[in-house]
């Protein structure tokens, strides 16, 4: 499922217009990319939760020349999923 997928789903289910399941779609996303800027942590019950790590700078390899490089600090977006979700993904039902 992609976003557009999401905004078809979310348009049917609820009786919306496609351009309000997209504003309502681009909301949340915008409140979560806010709410990670700012390194809060976003949990969804029975989902899973978003967080942001950081990583230290690190000297790399350049796999295709072998050439080795400095890898600067940086943040990433890292998802845990939750335990509901783990539980309906491996069922056999």
Do not use: C, H
Request: net charge positive; hydrophobic share 30%.
């Amino acid at each position: 499922m992609n976003k557009s997928d999401l905004i078809e789903a979310l348009s049917r289910k609820e009786n919306l217009t496609e351009k309000a399941a997209s504003d309502t779609i681009k909301m949340i996303f915008q409140g979560f990319i806010e709410a990670m800027k700012k390194g809060d942590r976003i949990e969804i019950r029975g989902f899973g939760s978003y967080s942001v790590r950081e990583y230290e700078a690190y000297t790399g390899r350049n796999p295709k020349t072998g050439k080795t490089t400095d890898v600067k600090p940086k943040k990433l977006p890292f998802f845990k999923v939750g335990k509901e979700l783990k539980e309906r993904v491996n069922s056999r039902s």
